[in-house]
């Protein structure tokens, strides 16, 4: 039996439509039509030509119904010229993302999930309170953002070669129980990552039901964003006066965001007016730090970490590819891509601190010191 | 003799911080240059801009000089700019089109430009010719203090459009320029914050807590 909306999801995710389909299998586009929209039985040739053009193993078409991920529930934040059949894709990929970890996890104990949902509070006051839960100082930069989301159960995945218009999108799963998830471009830098993940972290702390107009919504998760990375009691106190480019460039390693989000947080709590806030974007335009701010200041982009934890758990470090590919019915390649854009475990970060500390361990490990002794000892 | 660095973007590392703290400080008085003709709807007037501009950067420059740093600014009149640190004396100059100004008529203005106060009046030392020389590394081996030109430029809003470091050699009269040793451009501060830690570097960071169902947390550590 073939399932008709495992062959919609391939199709989408090859961006082909079903007439492009249908013209390299060689059929009249009704016959793709049909085939997504009933479970029946298909020739085989014509399921093997699917699977052909599609890259997509014969059993992904036979297996169940995955996850739903209803478009209405999908929070984009990208530029207004993403496609719509990059948006379908994207969809797509987040749902066979979605799917692995469940398969993944089935016999793992779920990670907690621990952050609170808000109605009728300002976003500022939603930022604060997220912070306190996620056991964050309030007036301290955060580091490691993703990690500190997928440790309190929310499920952060990448999406390789993403349309670079494309920056993140997030929903509640439909599933039981329901999953906060947030989808991110793997090819953002760090700070744009950053406030992409915090940005999503407010849709889904301030619109569990989403209402209003999108506008709106997104204006919430914006505020919520620039109250979370960079709380105002922080900033007044860090901004110093006169404020010019370069101190604020200054605090951008540090707070791990943008030297633009900074000028706009800056205007945001009137610390610029607003000539002074359109001469420095004059300025960051003219220099051509719009798009792409110094690579002296760039922060290293975080990557997800969940499904290839998952999978190092369940196949090894580095995983079995073929076995995870078998698992979900995958190819290889794709998998492989999948993780790929995961972080392993010698991708995790290893801060200064951590080196000190090993540095520190070596030392005391050493034969050949002489340790000196306080006077009186 | 002093020990100098013999190439010219070493020495323009070695005045970094100053001129840097200038540069930051120029942008902003170009601002407050641009601000107040903007407020008064008038047009730009550019001698009275550039003296707000260096007022500004004077300010900034004073107000943003830490106790340890080792350049010293000089109080001159008509807000210009003068900065020592070490064997280095740097003068804040507008120029154009890429060009400084030629020195005035005054003998230390004239000196400056030749390197001439500079020279020890040694005995075997014809420093005379030293500036004559065309030579840079004839010229650093004999000379123990170096006088520079800050070179910076604006456009027509009065946006600061360049700015070089130059060591001058010999001024000339106006319609002959400037000849210098060497001039090197300078680039935007934020291009010289450099290993400063970032955000992720602060703190360790922890794996996932993710185990089969059977297993604890206890027995992961043990493992």
């Known amino acids: ?377 | 003799m002093i020990t100098k660095p013999d190439e010219p973007e070493q020495i323009r590392d070695f005045v970094s911080d100053a001129i840097n703290t200038v540069y930051e400080g120029l942008l902003l008085g170009a601002y407050k240059a641009q601000e107040y003709f903007d407020e008064g709807s008038k047009e730009i007037n550019y001698p009275l801009a550039a003296n707000i501009a260096r007022y500004h950067a004077m300010q900034y420059v004073k107000s943003n000089r830490r106790v340890d740093d080792p350049y010293y600014l000089g109080e001159l009149p008509n807000n210009s700019i003068e900065i020592r640190q070490d064997w280095c004396l740097i003068k804040v100059l507008k120029g154009r089109n890429g060009e400084p100004p030629t020195a005035t008529h005054t003998v230390r203005s004239q000196e400056f430009y030749h390197q001439q106060p500079m020279q020890p009046n040694l005995p075997g030392i014809n420093w005379i010719n030293v500036w004559k020389s065309r030579d840079w590394k004839t010229f650093l081996q004999q000379c123990t203090r170096l006088n520079l030109i800050l070179c910076w430029e604006v456009d027509y809003s009065y946006n600061i459009s360049h700015v070089q470091l130059m060591c001058p050699r010999q001024s000339g009269r106006f319609w002959q320029g400037v000849k210098t040793f060497w001039r090197l451009p300078v680039p935007h501060p934020v291009l010289g914050i450099l290993n400063l830690p970032t955000v992720d570097e602060t703190q360790e960071v922890e794996d996932l807590p993710v185990f089969f169902e059977e297993h604890t947390a206890e027995q992961d550590n043990d493992d």
């Open chain 1, 1 to 377: 039996m073939i399932n008709g909306l495992r062959v919609k999801q391939a199709r989408e995710i090859c961006k082909l439509t079903q007439i492009e389909l249908a013209t390299k299998l060689k059929v009249h586009q009704s016959v793709i039509g049909k085939m997504e929209t009933d479970v029946r039985e298909w020739p085989d040739e014509l399921i093997r030509g699917v699977a052909l053009q599609t890259g997509f193993p014969v059993a992904f078409f036979q297996q169940g119904l995955g996850p739903e991920f209803p478009l209405g529930s999908l929070l984009f934040r990208c530029r207004a010229s993403l496609p719509a059949n990059e948006k379908t894709r994207l969809r797509q990929i987040a749902i066979l993302e979605f799917e692995l970890t469940e398969r993944l996890s089935a016999r793992m104990k779920p990670i907690d999930l621990h952050i609170p949902s808000f109605n009728e509070v300002s976003p500022r006051e939603a930022a604060r309170i997220t912070r306190t839960t996620l056991g964050l100082p309030p007036d301290t930069p955060v580091p490691h953002l993703l990690n500190k989301l997928e440790r309190n159960g929310i499920f952060v995945f990448a999406v390789p070669e993403a349309d670079e218009r494309f920056d993140a999108f997030s929903l509640w799963s439909d599933t039981e129980p329901r999953r906060p998830v947030i989808i991110v471009s793997s090819n953002k830098p760090g700070d744009r990552l950053r406030m992409n993940c915090a940005h999503e972290l407010g849709h889904l702390v301030l619109h569990r039901s989403p209402r209003g107009n999108l506008d709106e919504l997104e204006k919430q998760a914006r505020g919520f964003a620039a109250e979370f990375l960079m709380p105002e009691e922080a900033m007044r106190r860090e901004i110093t006066m006169p404020i010019a480019v370069t101190s604020l460039a200054r605090l951008k390693p540090r707070w791990g965001v943008s030297v633009q989000a900074l000028v706009v947080r800056a205007y945001e709590l009137q610390m610029l007016t607003e000539r002074q806030y359109r001469y420095m974007f004059e300025q960051i335009s003219k220099l051509g730090w719009r798009k792409r701010e110094p690579a002296n200041l760039d922060i290293k982009p975080e990557k997800p970490r969940l499904l290839r934890k998952l999978s190092e758990i369940a196949f090894g470090v580095p995983p079995d590819v073929k076995k995870i590919a078998s698992l979900a019915n995958l190819s290889t390649t794709m998998i492989e891509e999948l993780l790929q854009a995961h972080a392993g475990k010698a991708d995790l970060p290893v801060s200064a601190k951590g080196e000190l500390s090993k540095v520190i361990a070596e030392v005391d490990k050493a034969t050949n010191v002489l340790k000196f002794k306080k006077v009186g000892d």
